[in-house]
């Protein structure tokens, strides 16, 4: 069966082109062109990923974001002509996955959609190598939990993703060339603040202090080291 990409767009023409396009390359594809009547057709059609507009009638792309991410388990790749690095951070911080600005390029959006997609499952017959440890801090990719101490970690697919990025590179410092490169396939800009927003929430998240962290330090001017120790509970 076919992945389910639910569209979010007000826009006819581009969403039927993006629909034809995705369609052509193996797809199952449903859109919405309400913002008022997104979450519920969404919540109804459980798809594996949801494009996601900003400047919709009815009600606006971030809050469907807000409002869904607490009841839906996939992917969110937000998609909006204004081209305003607060929006991205914004969406990120109410759990988008993935941000992609217009106009789009077809071959970029699927490249997206596709990469989203292959991150998002847990996979079959999990091995113990896919669990690491650091004192009272566990993380799983298997099946894709972390817990520190008894509590295990609420994240998104994208702090997920980032944690165990850096988690398996424990020791070593992550730039956020090579982070972007490995997460999301392309270069840092130098302007691109989507990775320093979910180190923030996963700091947080972590009990890291944010003013002095000593769990997922900040290497000035090199990018972030995930810590080998001090992950025991006071």
């Keep these: 069966m076919s992945e389910h990409v639910f569209l979010v767009e007000d826009d006819t023409r581009l969403a039927e082109l993006i629909a034809a396009f995705l369609g052509k390359n193996g797809y199952q594809v449903s859109t919405c062109s309400k913002g008022d009547e997104a979450e519920a057709k969404i919540m109804a059609a459980r798809p594996d990923l949801v494009v996601l507009d900003l ?9 469907i974001c807000r409002d869904l991410r607490p009841y839906f388990g996939g992917r969110i790749l937000m998609m909006t002509a204004r081209n305003d690095e607060i929006d991205e951070i914004l969406g990120l911080e109410l759990g988008a996955d993935d941000y992609l600005a217009k106009p789009v390029e077809p071959r ?56 165990w990025l850096l988690a398996s ?9 090579d982070i972007l490169g490995k997460l999301r396939g392309i270069g840092f800009d130098g302007n691109d603040r ?27 001017g090199k990018g972030y080291l995930f810590s080998k120790s001090d992950w025991e509970l006071g």
């Design 55 to 63: 400047m919709l009638p009815g009600k606006a792309g971030f809050e």
């Design 108 to 163: 970029k959006l699927l490249a997206r959609v596709r990469a989203l997609l292959r991150r998002g499952e847990p996979r079959q017959g999990a091995l113990a190598t896919d669990q690491l440890a650091f004192g009272q801090f566990t993380i799983n990719q298997g099946t894709r939990t972390a817990r520190l101490g008894s509590q295990y970690l609420d994240l998104t697919t994208a702090e997920f993703d980032l944690l």
């Design 169 to 177: 590179h424990a020791g070593s410092i992550q730039s956020r060339d």
């Design 194 to 220: 989507s990775i320093d927003a979910r180190i923030s929430r996963l700091r947080k998240k972590l009990l890291d202090d944010p003013m002095s962290p000593t769990r997922i330090k900040t290497v000035r």
